[in-house]
């Protein structure tokens, strides 16, 4: 008598296709990851140069006040002013002369400052390179810009790196560039703008300076 013996089939598996689907998920996550952290970095590094080039406008429109104004050179002292410092705006509807000029334009542009940065602030200083030079041969200011990057970690070491007001020694480590230092938490950018005479003072006989030009 014949007996037929059924073959043996191995026990069918289950569930590979759905942990091939887990893995194919996970892996297209962490890429979708990677895409958005290199866009995110791309777009801080856009902000950053977006600020700064506001920043550089700010400074030239700085600069173009104090050519409309004729005795800027004159008045260089007033223009000098601290990061804390927020003068009020006064008026010049009814006239001003070349001092209360560049008092109204120090107040305006630094209003400007504060509307266009995010916490902007500013400090106009004397270069240490003329602080030994008398007033009326001073040719110069130094502005420094100072913002507030949209990132938690303000004190992240990689800002160094795009930090305009530091310079890197002989041996490759960073320095700060000027006497005046970038406050803590904010990115800089420092610029030297020179200062036009347009009008000199002509003193007649040793008296108090005279001033012949328009808007004196």
């Known amino acids: 008598m014949a007996y037929s ?7 069918q598996q289950h569930g590979f296709a759905l942990i091939e689907s887990l893995i194919a998920i996970v892996v297209m996550a962490l890429g979708i990851l990677g895409i958005v952290g290199v866009q995110m ?3 801080t590094d856009t902000s950053t140069s977006v600020r700064r080039a506001q920043a ?3 400074i030239e429109d700085l600069g173009e006040r104090m050519k409309v104004n004729p005795n800027a050179l004159t008045d ?13 705006v006064g008026s010049c509807s ?3 002369d070349h001092a209360q000029l560049a ?13 266009t940065l995010p916490l ?3 400090e106009i200083f004397i270069p240490p390179a003329e602080a030994g030079v008398p007033a009326a041969q001073r040719r110069q200011l130094g502005v420094m810009m100072a913002w507030r990057e949209n990132e938690r970690d303000t004190n992240a070491t990689y800002k160094d790196d795009i930090d305009a007001t530091k310079v890197r020694d002989s041996s490759g480590n960073l320095t700060n560039g000027a006497t005046l230092a970038c406050p803590a938490g904010f990115t800089c ?7 036009a005479a347009r009008c000199a003072p002509y003193a007649p006989g040793g008296n108090s300076p005279t001033y012949f030009c328009p808007g004196a």
């Open 5 to 11: 013996r059924t073959p043996h089939l191995p026990q």
């Open 41 to 43: 970095r791309t777009l």
């Open 56 to 58: 550089i406008r700010l």
């Open 76 to 88: 260089l002292n007033t223009y000098v002013s601290s990061f804390a410092s927020t003068p009020s």
């Open 94 to 96: 009814t006239g001003c």
């Open 103 to 115: 008092a109204y334009d120090l107040a305006v542009w630094k209003r400007a400052v504060r509307d």
């Open 120 to 122: 902007g602030q500013a």
């Open 189 to 195: 950018h420092l610029q030297y703008i020179p200062v």
